[in-house]
């Protein structure tokens, strides 16, 4: 079956050509593959996601995503400084390594209210809420961050007669698109001004997946860390999303062309494990490697960003006091970490081991990896130690702390570091988000007024980052 459209939006054709010649002075190797506007696109059984704007397949120049190839857009933005190389000639400055940055935000779902909050880490500032989706889709949780800032939000769809989607939305309002050629960006500048859905004009594309198809997804959700050949973030890196067939025991996975939405890849995971949601956290690494661990005991897979061969490694046996696999985050030497009840999950890709670090009957969900090498993970109220977080060294595989109480702290979902190294706790009970400071535990400041926010994903752009351009020395 083929593709059906369930709402034009129209996009630029141009607006990425606007930015102009780049002082990197190199191609990205992205083609957009555009010739008008684009519609929200639906995969059906059986068929690849595509577009109004192209017809599937790889747009990039030479296939590989990697930026080398000819013929794409050249580029002269970047949220990250990749480090040597690039000539200070990124917009960003320091980026994550450094004071001189664009900008940072923090990008959490309000998943009840079908919304996405745009958050200033510096300010605690929410500078935009967007519709993450039309009304067939629900549930909006995994956020994904890009190199250059953009974000991807998948809506799970989970509720009885909803659909999942991916949406993609710019950071920057020169990314936007003039919908109705009137001179103007009309976009959400905060919490009380959520456009209708198909409005937003920095709301670029949308991809809708039938749940009564695909059951339960998407979930895990992730950039690429592409760069153009000048060191900078490259604008349309490739997305990884994943998916379950719950009905024939599958993980589905798809990468996605960043520009149009367009399914580049398809990889099948058949006999995934039978329970309930499947595929749940992932990352990518340096290599663009695609790691997700399954919902309750794994799997843990690795799919090859060259190759898309499947690596496939079983969920030990649990430890007494644990009880399942939730998020996933990858440690700077490319080494995935896992969620569990009572335990914090290491696996050594080299040598394909399972660490354990017991830190007591502490349900845990949601885990970010710092620079510093300490894994952060959201610790539920319902441990012994309180209601906050916990860390755990991924080089010594040493508790530091089996919880950190947060005040105010009710029901956390996910972590993620920001710019300046400090923690975010996304918590779905407080309807708040916590900024933690790593190195005295204490709360720097709370943003307030979200709806019951569910994200644990990288939401800010560090987790890829830390992959990509990992700390020197």
Not at 379 to 391: I, Q, T
Request: glycine residues 16%; aromatic residues 8%.
């Amino acid at each position: 079956m083929g593709l059906h459209s369930t709402r034009s939006v129209l996009m630029r054709t141009a607006a990425v050509l606007a930015l102009g010649v780049a002082a990197c002075g190199e191609d990205d190797g992205r083609d957009n593959g555009q010739t008008g506007g684009l519609s929200v696109g639906s995969l059906s059984a059986g068929s690849g996601i595509t577009s109004a704007g192209g017809t599937g397949g790889n747009s990039s120049a030479d296939g590989d995503g990697d930026g080398d190839g000819s013929g794409g857009i050249k580029v002269d933005v970047g949220f990250y400084d990749l480090g040597p190389g690039n000539g200070g000639d990124c917009p960003g400055g320091g980026g994550m390594m450094g004071d001189d940055v664009e900008f940072s935000f923090i990008w959490i779902a309000n998943s009840p209210a079908g919304t996405v909050s745009k958050i200033d880490t510096r300010t605690g500032v929410e500078v935009g809420r967007y519709a993450t989706g039309p009304a067939t889709q629900a549930e909006p949780s995994r956020t994904s961050v890009s190199l250059y800032g953009d974000v991807a939000v998948s809506n799970r769809g989970s509720q009885a007669g909803g659909h999942g989607g991916v949406t993609k939305i710019a950071a920057r309002e020169e990314d936007c698109i003039d919908l109705n050629a009137n001179g103007m960006i009309e976009t959400s500048n905060g919490p009380a001004n959520v456009l209708p859905w198909g409005t937003d004009e920095c709301v670029l594309w949308n991809i809708e997946i039938p749940s009564d198809v695909y059951q339960h997804g998407p979930r895990p959700t992730a950039w690429e860390g592409a760069v153009d050949n000048g060191g900078c973030a490259a604008a349309n890196p490739r997305l990884w999303m994943g998916y379950y067939d719950y009905a024939n025991n599958t993980g589905k996975f798809r990468r996605l062309d960043g520009a149009t939405g367009n399914t580049l890849d398809e990889v099948d995971v058949p006999a995934w494990n039978g329970l309930d949601y499947g595929p749940y956290g992932g990352a990518v690494n340096k290599d663009g490697d695609f790691f997700v661990i399954g919902w309750q005991l794994g799997p843990l897979i690795r799919i090859d960003g060259d190759t898309l061969q499947v690596d496939r490694w079983a969920f030990p046996q649990p430890p007494q006091d644990m009880s399942w696999s939730y998020g996933m985050s990858l440690d700077q030497y490319g080494n995935p970490w896992v969620a569990s009840a009572g335990a914090a999950a290491g696996f050594d890709v080299a040598s394909q081991q399972w660490t354990f670090v017991h830190t007591g009957n502490q349900s845990m969900r949601g885990v970010m990896v710092d620079k510093e090498d300490r894994a952060w993970y959201a610790v539920d109220a319902s441990g012994a130690f309180g209601c906050g977080l916990g860390v755990v060294d991924v080089n010594t595989k040493q508790l530091l702390a089996p919880a950190i109480t947060l005040p105010g702290c009710l029901a956390p979902v996910g972590v993620s570091i920001d710019v300046d190294g400090y923690v975010w706790v996304v918590d779905q009970g407080a309807n708040a988000a916590f900024k933690v400071d790593p190195d005295t535990y204490q709360i720097q400041l709370t943003v307030q007024g979200l709806t019951a926010p569910y994200t644990y994903s990288d939401m800010t752009g560090a987790g890829l980052n830390l992959v990509v351009n990992p700390p020197a020395g």
